[in-house]
């Protein structure tokens, strides 16, 4: 993942040199088999020099003061909310940046409900855009060829006869380490309540 490809490009983030960690963090659920694969060839064959792995951001990246207070507000957090379910739902592109992505037809206002509980304290952040969860299969992309790659991906998503749905059991903490690498820090699974 790049932080591009989490759908966001923090003012001011220096590129490093891999393997050399960068103070840019973000908070994923990662997409499950087969659909990711799916997403991931989609997304390659609109851009092929991306490194996907398909995600739903639930706090885009941003910088943070203290890793560990973050984690564990993160941990805290996430660990009071059940699982719930995600559908991916139409191909659509966002107009200001010209992003295309697949949105979300269910688990949408969960999502919204989490990254607004996350959204404060050592995790706090004003990000660039309002919060919208989506699926990135497009950025940065030359405006002319925007609608035929859209085209192109409603197409392909048409025809994906795989599962569309899938349950959100746990997020991923990662951190960017340089160039389009980013590494999974931790793994906050989702608990029923009342489990402990």
């Known amino acids: 993942m790049t932080s591009n490809e989490l759908g966001y490009s923090p003012d001011g983030a220096e590129t490093k ?4 960690r960068q103070n840019l963090y973000a908070l994923v659920v990662y997409i499950p088999e087969p659909l990711g694969s799916f997403l991931d060839e989609l997304r390659l064959e609109m851009a092929p020099s991306c490194n996907p792995h398909a995600h739903v951001s639930v706090l885009p990246p941003r910088p943070l003061a203290d890793e560990a207070a973050a984690i564990s507000e993160s941990r805290a957090a ?3 909310c059940e699982p719930f379910d995600l559908e991916l739902g139409a191909v659509e592109v966002f107009a200001a940046t010209s992003v295309i992505y697949i949105g979300l037809s269910r688990g949408a206002e969960q999502l919204r409900e989490l990254h607004d509980r996350l959204n404060r304290g050592a995790l706090a952040y004003t990000e660039p855009f309002p919060y919208h969860p989506h699926i990135t299969l497009g950025q940065e992309l030359d405006v002319s060829q925007v609608e035929a790659l859209r085209h192109l991906a409603a197409r392909r998503w048409q025809v994906f006869q795989g599962p569309r749905a899938f349950r959100a059991e746990h997020t991923v903490f990662v951190q960017n380490v340089g ?4 590494i999974d820090v931790e793994v906050e699974p989702l608990r029923a309540a009342g489990v402990r």
């Open 17 to 20: 040199p891999c393997g050399e």
């Open 78 to 80: 996430v660990a009071q």
């Open 179 to 182: 160039g389009n690498t980013w």
